[in-house]
């Protein structure tokens, strides 16, 4: 026995399906892949296997064995005991699923439906992965109900009228739905229900995979690798050949064909007796018998039958080669009489009359196809034979079968049957025929045996063989339906069947009943079947008009069923409509092809034209229309006629009888012109034709022929253009009195006709031109051609299009009767078609129509479908205006840069004149304006107005709505609109007025009210599995009105403008929009995007945002969450999963706490409260474990979707820091993103082979080290951070490489394609394309510049593309692959610099680290000095660098780097800085003052290096004499340089300088000359200084310190002295200072006379006394003791001068430290507070004191005494420091450093009194070496 298949692909393991971790392929998602209009869904790899697995393809080998029926004995009973056993799946129930409700679902179902157990366990499980959508599209509750109400202002509407032309009903509550739902009833109709829908799904998939099979494509999908994957397999599972199965009769399968189509009708009668029982008939649970179900039930079995009989139909037309045999045709006649209910469908709900026309089509082309016309007409003229006796032709039986049962379905009325009884006209005349002619034969046979008998004498003996009977002669030529016609009693009598052709012509009108059949069999958007499917079933009535034109002649009545067939209800609008039939597939042309459908309809249509004006036309135009081009070129054959067309059939005018009878012995009517007859005269008075006209004049000796005995009617042999003529015709219409018209005035349906074919012509040459490739400079020779052609008979002031204006001018100004409105249709279709090629001359004209409202003056079209009621022919005339305005939309955004851009070409290049000429943009401003006001007063009054059917609602919607929104994304997706050329200028009033109209605060809710009523509708059931193109009609509408929603809240957020109205009733609309995507997964991204942008802009409000799970509801909320948590699985396509994370993303971001708690943990808040754990505590269905789970296998999923989820988890992690505790439970996800970054490979090699590959990468990799940060950041204040910083330290190699250099810009290639761009569109940027924030945009070659809008705009320029595929285009490809890439790194950059500080904190001692960190500074330094472009971006990024450097190199300073590591960055960081041109330019100082600022830390951390380091370390001694030149450098052109330029800065009141860049060069200053050895290089310091003449600048911006004051602050005076303060304390140049007379100078300054003043205190009242007594203390005191220390008695005399010229100070440095107790204090507020600056005061005066006075004592004469009372300030020290409680009360900081000192706490904790900060430490420890000075100069 063989092994049984595995079914694990068509039902995989219970347990994974049941937890939501494996999604069920269920028939219907496998139906929806196979019609995926993109093709992207049956690309899946799910799709592929599923549909390739040896199971699955058994269900379709086997047809209906998917639902066999339940036995004890099968397989499937043993399958589902096994699939539910304990070992796969959890017993026990769970807050998931309940095994045991799982299992006896699946029993009662297979019991209840008579399926086996596996299927129906396949049908339990995949209810219970749908009920989420079940629920979203389930009851709408109250308060959806009142919500809509409120939305729609129809707050005193009935319940049922909220929304025009839709009836809402609600009774129930929320929680009663959701109660209501989770009942047992309630799930088995559900169960059942799903059953049904698989039922239908199923066998819609067996359609399409036999389309597949048989046609080589889908239905409505385009040829993908995965279709040619699908059909090779199942070719193999068929036994056929993959190679061309049906291209030639020899090769095709008949036999196989044959044997599936009598499976499939075996099993048609189970379906059809099915759907005519009703439900409860058949179904024993009473719970079942619902009139809901029982629809469903009729609907499922009609539908099954339907599929099978498309795919019977498919196989029979592809095995005409030979009959069906007897049983096959006995078979499906039987079927044929038990189609007598469908004529009843009518009355039936809609689901179920709609498949009427299907299934009489089915019916129909079936029985057509069984009968086999054109075999059976070859048989009969003897072209072929019968193959096999089996053939039905030869089983009378049979034949007597069919004719019954056609001659019944007659008799009961059955329409569909009209077709095929007459084609068994022919098929009955045929077999008389041949059984007269042999019985002609038999008896001619007899009578001359007779003859040779009676002159012979003898007599006719019998042999002992044969019977003597009348016929025996004739039994060898005998046919086997003879004895049909015998029985039948038509052997003799004729006239029955006679009689049953004038019933069926007559009578039933087969005629008309083939023209209705065909109707629906195109592509238009009724159409009921596939394209190529419709294709090949017209087809067949082609073949039975073929066969019938023998009997019936070229008539009215057949004519206009051909062209009914040929044409197929397509209009001009379809003509654009993708169509993948194959050309030998193809009706129109298999009809070109035809020789006898060219000789008996269109030869005689050509041979009657122009009296019979529209029959040739129509002929014409719609065989034009194939969309194929064969290699006859049908459509030069066509065009060639319409130019040189043989013949002219005309009346012979009264007047005109110069002509004479020619021929006259052939009897042929035939006759010759003696005279010229013109056919277009201008009457008598007027001018004459000019001599461009051309005449159109049948010259005398013209033959022609009478073509009826009585009457004029000839026809001429007259070679003319018919396409002129027609041009002349028409032209002459408009004024038909002035010419005499010999071929009559054109009525308005003929007027119709031919403006229709032109407009067919010209659009059919530009489809083609633009589907053949060719360059977009070359517009369409052809149809210029065309156009040229039907103007060249015009005066030259006319063409045919002014003509065809003129005419729509005329029409516009008459009565709106029906054939009025159809010759407006053909105007407007005209036009749209030369729009392409003359589009100057289109909007020329529509400023001038007056079908539009321009310049105050209203539009005709409301006027012409003003009616409530929109019959058929206002409704196309109202659709052709919306399609020709939507063109015009395009047009004037495409044109926009070529109508103000002359295109260069080259010599070989044509270029005859400007297309656009004369077109303004005031004149496309005002026609787009007017455009979008018609187009709004339309969707406003689609509310009110009675369509003809659902169909013409969703397509109006569909076409009007997209015009809105277009507008305002092509004005703001691009471009600066404040910019002076704003490239979209043209459309900008249009947009403003879509976006006023609807965001408007006075705009009320008319106009939401139709964009609400398509929502409502689209959340309701909708579509089946046959009418492809209403489905796709429904769903473009829906996504159309999500669209342009989504773009009203999105521009509002664009603009900053108050959007709260619209925002509000979209927020109110926000269930509906849930329930969308729900009911189909096309709708879910455009639904999404409307919420992310809902969310988005309530999120900016400053208040609290509305709540997104408030208005959906927690039932609508959790279910709309579970379904997009699916991921769209099982298709997984990158782009619907990343539009889901991104909506998730948002969510998180944007204040919807309680949607994003419930992403979070999987709970809504009522869960939450409910459940017994914590609310935070994430469920393991949670998105968010969702997320961690995906990121578990980051390799292996897509690039964009790993980008999506990371985006989702780092804004969880900085929007919810809780979730880190999650992502620290999930170690896997941790492992694993730590070793993607491991193994990356460095960005340089990368991006050369694959930009885009890098750029990824480095995006990913800034995620992640995001997230490592984060994680960090809060492990850190835990305390738990050691241990993940010590291990990510080994995994940062990725980052260490390509973290800091922002290395992928490619200036050459911006700056060369900026160029070369504008020198080839003079007047226009790149600029111009650059996008805007409208829409989100993602990493790739449309990131920074619109490309698929440059394409649009730029196409028509041949260097656009370029001749290889290497113009502007790439080009723009590449910028934007380059700018994606750079994104990326800044991005990575930002991310790196986040997580190396964090990691710096956690890990403050780690060597590694720290050697990072100076290598990453370097890096910062290194990557700055690159050129770089001087964009704003990359100016912020540069400052960013040097700040993380800098705060990296202070983290290290502190540490004792080594002097080696410090010395390469001190190098490093000087060459960056000597890089700087002019560094003090307003542009540059920001920058170069954090470089100070790095420098300054540096050179610190340099002399602590230095310093620590000992002799012996290796390479000391070289550090240090390799940096002094470095430092020289430094305070060359830092130091010096930099302060003299700061001064004349200062000087010139320059606002971007301020005094600490001052302070900033002063602390440069010092740390140099704190270098180790620096006091070697005093001369070269001293020629520095003299350079630059830093010293004379220092006393001059002291001398001019007050001047220069700021608000009163002298604080230059201060910043002066310091900086001579630094340099002082060099010898060296402290005696330069003393020669170049510095006291002098500090005596001198006016600064001196503040100085002098008594109230100079710390705590003067004003900040500029205060700044004078810094000044002293800071500046000169030192100053004095280190020119005192260097020149010692020399410069003695002067020091002491300087100290005596300052009594106030000095006196008052002693009183400041008087006791609190002294009797002398006079001030006491003032002396109650001790500083340090005062203590290093009176320690710098002791110091000098103390020093004067040695020297004084050898040299009283020229020393003065100094007055200072030692003495007093001794006793006061002493006080202060043996009271140290009171110093520490007294003790007062000054700035903020002494404020950190305060809190630091002192060098020496251990001492015996110890100090209790380092503040309080410094003062006492100044305070002792004060006492120590002052005591040891007065015991002296």
């Known amino acids: 026995m063989a092994e049984p298949l595995s079914d694990d692909a068509y039902l995989p393991p219970l347990e994974p399906c049941l937890k939501g971790e494996?999604?069920?392929?269920?028939?219907?998602?496998?139906?929806?892949?196979?019609?995926?209009?993109s093709g992207h869904r049956q690309?899946?790899?799910?799709?592929?296997?599923?549909?390739?697995?040896?199971?699955?393809?058994?269900?379709?080998?086997?047809?209906?064995?998917?639902?066999?029926?339940?036995?004890?004995?099968?397989?499937?009973?043993?399958?589902?005991v096994k699939k539910t056993a304990a070992i796969h799946v959890t017993p026990t129930s769970n807050d998931k699923y309940d095994i045991n409700v799982i299992k006896e679902d699946a029993l009662w179902l297979s019991k209840n439906a008579r399926i086996n157990e596996i299927a129906a366990l396949r049908v339990v499980v995949i209810e219970f992965q749908s009920r989420p959508q079940n629920q979203l599209l389930g009851p709408i509750s109250n308060q959806d109900v009142a919500n809509l109400r409120e939305a729609a202002g129809a707050a005193n509407a009935q319940t049922t009228n909220i929304l025009p032309g839709l009836k809402i009903g609600s009774t129930l509550d929320a929680a009663e739905i959701q109660a209501n739902f989770e009942k047992a009833d309630s799930r088995k109709r559900r169960i059942f229900q799903t059953y049904l829908d698989e039922c239908r799904y199923y066998a819609a998939t067996n359609d399409y995979l036999f389309t597949l099979i048989l046609q080589e494509s889908l239905p409505t999908s385009p040829v993908t690798d995965a279709s040619r994957e699908i059909r090779k397999s199942y070719l193999e599972a068929y036994g056929m050949s993959p190679k061309q199965p049906q291209?030639?009769?020899?090769?095709?399968?008949?036999?196989?064909?044959?044997?599936?189509?009598?499976?499939?009708?075996?099993?048609?009668?189970?379906?059809?007796?099915?759907?005519?029982?009703?439900?409860?008939?058949?179904?024993?649970?009473?719970d079942l018998q619902t009139e809901e179900l029982n629809v469903l039930w009729i609907q499922t079995w009609l539908t099954e039958a339907l599929h099978r009989m498309v795919v019977v139909f498919q196989l029979l037309d592809l095995s005409s080669d030979v009959f069906v045999s007897a049983q096959v045709a006995q078979q499906w006649f039987s079927l044929v009489s038990a189609f007598g209910f469908l004529d009843q469908l009518q009355g039936f709900p809609d689901s179920i009359a709609e498949l009427m026309a299907p299934l009489q089509?089915?019916?129909?082309?079936?029985?057509?196809?069984?009968?086999?016309?054109?075999?059976?007409?070859?048989?009969?003229?003897?072209?072929?034979?019968?193959?096999?006796?089996?053939?039905?032709?030869?089983?009378?039986?049979?034949?007597?079968?069919?004719?019954?049962?056609?001659?019944?379905?007659?008799?009961?009325?059955?329409?569909?049957?009209?077709?095929?009884?007459?084609?068994?006209?022919?098929?009955?005349?045929?077999?008389?025929?041949?059984?007269?002619?042999?019985?002609?034969?038999?008896?001619?046979?007899?009578?001359?045996?007779?003859?040779?008998?009676?002159?012979?004498?003898?007599?006719?003996?019998?042999?002992?063989?044969?019977?003597?009977?009348?016929?025996?002669?004739?039994?060898?030529d005998k046919r086997r339906y003879d004895d049909f016609l015998i029985n039948k009693n038509l052997d003799r009598d004729f006239r029955r069947v006679q009689l049953l052709a004038v019933v069926v012509t007559d009578k039933a009108r087969v005629y008309d009943v083939i023209a209705t059949m065909s109707a629906c069999l195109g592509t238009s958007d009724g159409a009921i079947f596939p394209a190529s499917i419709g294709s090949r079933m017209r087809v067949a009535f082609l073949d039975l008009l073929k066969v019938t034109y023998p009997f019936v002649g070229y008539k009215s009545e057949p004519v206009y069923a051909l062209l009914a067939v040929l044409s197929a209800g397509q209009s001009y609008w379809d003509l654009s409509r993708p169509n993948n039939t194959r050309v030998d597939q193809d009706v129109l042309s298999l009809a070109l092809q035809d020789d006898i459908i060219v000789e008996s309809y269109f030869h005689q249509a050509l041979n009657r034209f122009p009296y019979e004006f529209v029959p040739f036309l129509t002929l014409?135009?719609?065989?034009?229309?194939?969309?194929?081009?064969?290699?006859?070129?049908?459509?030069?054959?066509?065009?060639?006629?319409?130019?040189?067309?043989?013949?002219?059939?005309?009346?012979?005018?009264?007047?005109?009888?110069?002509?004479?009878?020619?021929?006259?012995?052939?009897?042929?009517?035939?006759?010759?012109?003696?005279?010229?007859?013109?056919?277009?005269?201008?009457?008598?008075?007027?001018?004459?034709?000019?001599?461009?006209?051309?005449?159109?004049?049948?010259?005398?000796?013209?033959?022609?022929?009478?073509?009826?005995?009585?009457?004029?009617?000839?026809?001429?042999?007259?070679?003319?253009?018919?396409?002129?003529?027609?041009?002349?015709?028409?032209?002459?219409?408009?004024?038909?009195?002035?010419?005499?018209?010999?071929?009559?005035?054109?009525?308005?349906?003929?007027?119709?006709?031919?403006?229709?074919?032109?407009?067919?012509?010209?659009?059919?040459?530009?489809?083609?031109?633009?589907?053949?490739?060719?360059?977009?400079?070359?517009?369409?020779?052809?149809?210029?051609?065309?156009?040229?052609?039907?103007?060249?008979?015009?005066?030259?002031?006319?063409?045919?299009?002014?003509?065809?204006?003129?005419?729509?001018?005329?029409?516009?100004?008459?009565?709106?009767?029906?054939?009025?409105?159809?010759?407006?249709?053909?105007?407007?279709?005209?036009?749209?078609?030369?729009?392409?090629?003359?589009?100057?001359?289109?909007?020329?004209?529509?400023?001038?129509?007056?079908?539009?409202?321009?310049?105050?003056?209203?539009?005709?079209?409301?006027?012409?479908?003003?009616?409530?009621?929109?019959?058929?022919?206002?409704?196309?005339?109202?659709?052709s205006a919306v399609r020709l305005f939507s063109s015009l939309?395009?047009?004037?955004?495409?044109?926009?840069?070529?109508?103000?851009?002359?295109?260069?070409?080259?010599?070989?290049?044509?270029?005859?004149?400007?297309?656009?000429?004369?077109?303004?943009?005031?004149?496309?401003?005002?026609?787009?304006?007017?455009?979008?006001?018609?187009?709004?007063?339309?969707?406003?009054?689609?509310?009110?107005?009675?369509?003809?059917?659902?169909?013409?609602?969703?397509?109006?919607?569909?076409?009007?709505?997209?015009?809105?929104?277009?507008?305002?994304?092509?004005?703001?997706?691009?471009?600066?609109?404040?910019?002076?050329?704003?490239?979209?200028?043209?459309?900008?009033?249009?947009?403003?007025?879509?976006?006023?109209?609807?965001?408007?605060?006075?705009?009320?809710?008319?106009?939401?009210?139709?964009?609400?009523?398509?929502?409502?509708?689209?959340?309701?059931?909708?579509?089946?599995?046959?009418?492809?193109?209403?489905?796709?009609?429904?769903?473009?509408?829906?996504?159309?009105?999500?669209?342009?929603?989504?773009?009203?809240?999105?521009?509002?957020?664009?603009?900053?403008?108050?959007?709260?109205?619209?925002?509000?009733?979209?927020?109110?609309?926000?269930?509906?929009?849930?329930?969308?995507?729900?009911?189909?997964?096309?709708?879910?991204?455009?639904?999404?995007?409307?919420?992310?942008?809902?969310?988005?802009?309530?999120?900016?409000?400053?208040?609290?945002?509305?709540?997104?799970?408030?208005?959906?509801?927690?039932?609508?909320?959790?279910?709309?969450?579970?379904?997009?948590?699916?991921?769209?699985?099982?298709?997984?396509?990158?782009?619907?999963?990343?539009?889901?994370?991104?909506?998730?993303?948002?969510?998180?971001?944007?204040?919807?706490?309680?949607?994003?708690?419930?992403?979070?943990?999987?709970?809504?808040?009522?869960?939450?409260?409910?459940?017994?754990?914590?609310?935070?505590?994430?469920?393991?269905?949670?998105?968010?474990?969702?997320?961690?789970?995906?990121?578990?296998?980051?390799?292996?999923?897509?690039?964009?979707?790993?980008?999506?989820?990371l985006d989702f988890i780092t804004s969880a992690q900085n929007f919810w820091p809780w979730t880190i505790f999650t992502l620290q439970k999930n170690t896997n996800f941790l492992t694993e993103l730590r070793r993607f970054v491991r193994e990356l490979k460095p960005s340089t090699v990368t991006s050369k082979s694959n930009e885009l590959q890098a750029c990824n990468e480095a995006r990913i990799a800034a995620y992640i080290a995001e997230i490592f940060a984060m994680q960090l950041f809060h492990l850190r204040q835990i305390g738990k951070a050691h241990t993940f910083a010590n291990e990510l330290t080994r995994d940062l190699d990725y980052y260490l490489r390509d973290g800091v250099a922002v290395s992928g810009y490619n200036r050459g290639l911006h700056v060369n394609f900026a160029r070369n761009f504008s020198n080839q569109y003079p007047g226009w940027t790149l600029d111009n394309f650059k996008r805007t924030l409208l829409e989100p945009r993602s990493l790739g070659v449309d990131f920074y510049y619109a490309l698929g809008f440059a394409d649009k705009i730029l196409g028509f320029d041949p260097g656009w593309i370029g001749p290889r595929n290497n113009g502007f285009r790439s080009e723009m490809e590449k910028a934007n692959a380059n700018l994606s890439l750079v994104d990326a790194q800044i991005s990575l950059y930002h991310a790196w610099e986040f997580l190396l500080l964090e990691l710096s904190t956690c890990l403050p001692s780690s060597e590694t680290l720290k050697k990072h960190s100076l290598q990453v500074a370097q890096q910062c330094l290194e990557a700055n000095e690159e050129t770089q472009s001087h964009d704003q971006v990359f100016e912020r990024l540069a400052e960013s660098r040097v700040n993380l450097a800098l705060v990296l190199v202070q983290r290290v300073v502190d540490s004792g780097p080594s002097p080696g590591d410090v010395t390469q960055l001190l190098t490093a960081l000087w060459s960056t800085v000597s890089t700087v041109q002019e560094p003090y330019a307003p542009e540059n100082i920001s920058l170069y003052r954090t470089l100070l600022k790095l420098l300054y830390v540096t050179l610190r951390a340099q002399v602590r290096a230095l310093t620590n380091a000992s002799p012996d370390t290796h390479g000391a001694g070289l550090t240090a004499a390799t940096i002094s030149q470095t430092v020289l450098s430094i305070l060359d052109f830092v130091v010096a340089k930099g302060f003299r330029t700061l001064v004349s800065l200062v000087h010139d009141s320059q606002p971007s300088i301020l005094p600490s860049d001052i302070a900033l060069l002063n602390a440069i200053l010092q740390a140099c000359l704190c270098i180790p050895g620096m006091d070697q290089n005093q001369t070269q310091l001293l020629n520095i200084l003299a350079t630059h003449d830093a010293v004379q600048a220092a006393v001059s911006l002291y001398s001019w310190a007050d001047k220069l004051a700021d608000q009163g602050d002298p604080v230059y005076g201060e910043l002066s002295l310091l900086f001579l303060l630094e340099l002082s304390t060099m010898p060296s140049v402290a005696e330069q200072l003393a020669c170049d007379g510095l006291l002098n100078h500090i005596t001198s300054a006016n600064l001196a006379t503040y100085l002098r003043r008594s109230n100079v205190k710390p705590f003067a009242e004003s900040i500029g006394l205060q700044r004078c007594y810094s000044i002293w203390a800071k500046g000169i005191l030192p100053l004095l003791l280190n020119i005192l220390t260097a020149l010692g008695t020399t410069i003695a005399p002067e020091v002491a001068y300087v100290l005596n010229q300052f009594p106030n100070l000095m006196r008052a440095s002693v009183e400041r430290f008087e006791p609190p107790n002294d009797s002398r204090r006079r001030d006491r507020n003032d002396h109650n507070y001790i500083t340090l600056l005062s203590v290093s005061e009176i320690h710098s005066l002791a110091l000098i004191t103390r020093v004067l006075d040695t020297l004084r004592a050898n040299n009283t004469r020229d020393i003065p005494a100094v007055e200072w009372d030692a003495a007093a300030l001794t006793e006061a020290v002493e006080f202060w420091i043996d009271s140290r409680k009171l110093l520490r009360e007294r003790l007062v900081t000054l700035g903020p450093r002494e404020a950190e000192w305060r809190t630091m706490p002192p060098s020496d904790p251990t001492m015996w009194k110890p100090y209790e900060n380092k503040l309080e430490e410094k003062v006492c420890t100044q305070l002792e070496l004060v006492h120590l000075v002052l005591e040891t100069g007065v015991q002296e």
């Open 247 to 286: 291209k030639s009769p020899n090769d095709t399968p008949t036999k196989t064909f044959h044997a599936l189509v009598t499976q499939y009708l075996n099993l048609i009668p189970d379906s059809i007796s099915r759907s005519q029982a009703p439900i409860d008939t058949t179904i024993e649970d009473k």
């Open 361 to 476: 089509c089915l019916v129909c082309v079936i029985s057509l196809s069984v009968l086999n016309l054109p075999r059976m007409m070859a048989f009969f003229e003897g072209e072929v034979d019968l193959n096999t006796d089996d053939e039905y032709l030869a089983t009378s039986s049979v034949l007597e079968h069919i004719h019954d049962v056609l001659e019944h379905a007659i008799d009961i009325g059955s329409s569909y049957a009209v077709p095929v009884l007459f084609a068994w006209v022919p098929v009955v005349h045929a077999m008389f025929t041949s059984y007269q002619e042999r019985v002609e034969r038999r008896d001619a046979i007899q009578n001359e045996k007779a003859v040779e008998n009676y002159d012979s004498s003898t007599q006719m003996v019998p042999s002992l063989g044969r019977r003597n009977s009348a016929g025996s002669i004739t039994t060898i």
């Open 889 to 1205: 939309v395009d047009s004037a955004m495409s044109s926009s840069v070529r109508r103000k851009t002359s295109i260069k070409t080259n010599g070989r290049q044509k270029q005859n004149y400007d297309i656009w000429l004369g077109v303004s943009d005031k004149i496309v401003t005002q026609i787009s304006l007017s455009i979008v006001r018609a187009a709004m007063d339309v969707l406003e009054s689609s509310s009110t107005w009675r369509f003809a059917s659902d169909l013409d609602r969703m397509v109006l919607v569909r076409d009007v709505v997209p015009i809105m929104d277009n507008v305002i994304f092509y004005t703001f997706s691009m471009d600066d609109v404040k910019s002076k050329k704003f490239l979209m200028s043209a459309l900008e009033p249009a947009a403003k007025y879509v976006i006023d109209s609807f965001l408007a605060p006075s705009a009320g809710s008319l106009r939401i009210q139709p964009l609400l009523v398509t929502l409502v509708a689209a959340t309701q059931p909708f579509g089946c599995t046959v009418y492809a193109n209403k489905t796709e009609a429904f769903r473009a509408q829906t996504e159309a009105v999500l669209k342009l929603a989504r773009t009203l809240v999105r521009i509002a957020n664009f603009f900053d403008q108050p959007s709260t109205t619209v925002e509000h009733q979209l927020f109110k609309a926000t269930p509906f929009v849930a329930r969308v995507c729900a009911c189909n997964d096309a709708f879910r991204g455009p639904a999404l995007e409307l919420l992310e942008a809902l969310v988005i802009s309530a999120g900016k409000s400053t208040g609290e945002p509305p709540s997104l799970l408030g208005y959906l509801g927690p039932q609508t909320s959790r279910s709309f969450l579970q379904l997009l948590s699916t991921l769209d699985r099982p298709f997984n396509q990158a782009q619907e999963v990343n539009t889901i994370w991104r909506f998730f993303s948002t969510i998180v971001r944007n204040r919807q706490q309680w949607m994003a708690n419930c992403l979070l943990t999987g709970k809504t808040p009522r869960d939450a409260k409910n459940g017994n754990s914590k609310p935070t505590e994430p469920s393991s269905n949670s998105v968010l474990a969702s997320a961690l789970d995906r990121l578990a296998s980051i390799s292996k999923i897509e690039v964009s979707e790993t980008l999506a989820i």
């Open 43 to 80: 690309s899946s790899r799910a799709v592929i296997d599923y549909l390739t697995d040896p199971l699955v393809q058994s269900f379709f080998t086997k047809p209906g064995s998917a639902f066999d029926p339940p036995g004890d004995k099968s397989p499937h009973h043993a399958a589902f």
């Open 22 to 37: 494996t999604v069920v392929l269920s028939w219907k998602l496998v139906a929806s892949a196979l019609t995926d209009p």
């Open 620 to 879: 014409c135009r719609t065989l034009y229309c194939s969309p194929n081009l064969t290699q006859e070129s049908n459509h030069e054959l066509i065009l060639r006629l319409l130019q040189k067309t043989p013949t002219l059939t005309f009346t012979l005018p009264d007047h005109f009888n110069e002509y004479q009878l020619a021929y006259e012995e052939d009897n042929s009517n035939s006759f010759q012109f003696l005279e010229d007859l013109p056919l277009l005269q201008p009457v008598h008075g007027r001018k004459r034709v000019t001599s461009e006209e051309e005449s159109f004049i049948i010259p005398a000796g013209t033959y022609g022929r009478f073509i009826v005995d009585e009457g004029r009617i000839v026809r001429v042999e007259y070679e003319h253009s018919a396409l002129a003529l027609l041009g002349k015709r028409l032209d002459a219409n408009l004024i038909s009195s002035k010419y005499d018209l010999e071929l009559g005035e054109l009525s308005t349906e003929e007027t119709a006709e031919a403006i229709s074919l032109l407009a067919t012509l010209i659009r059919m040459e530009c489809i083609r031109a633009d589907a053949s490739g060719e360059k977009p400079a070359e517009l369409s020779e052809t149809a210029l051609a065309i156009v040229g052609e039907a103007s060249r008979a015009l005066p030259r002031t006319k063409d045919i299009i002014s003509v065809v204006c003129d005419t729509l001018d005329n029409l516009l100004d008459g009565e709106s009767e029906s054939q009025r409105l159809a010759a407006l249709v053909a105007c407007l279709q005209f036009l749209h078609a030369v729009l392409p090629i003359c589009p100057g001359r289109v909007w020329s004209y529509m400023s001038r129509c007056t079908i539009l409202s321009n310049q105050g003056q209203g539009g005709r079209l409301a006027r012409l479908v003003g009616s409530l009621d929109l019959s058929d022919v206002r409704f196309e005339v109202l659709m």
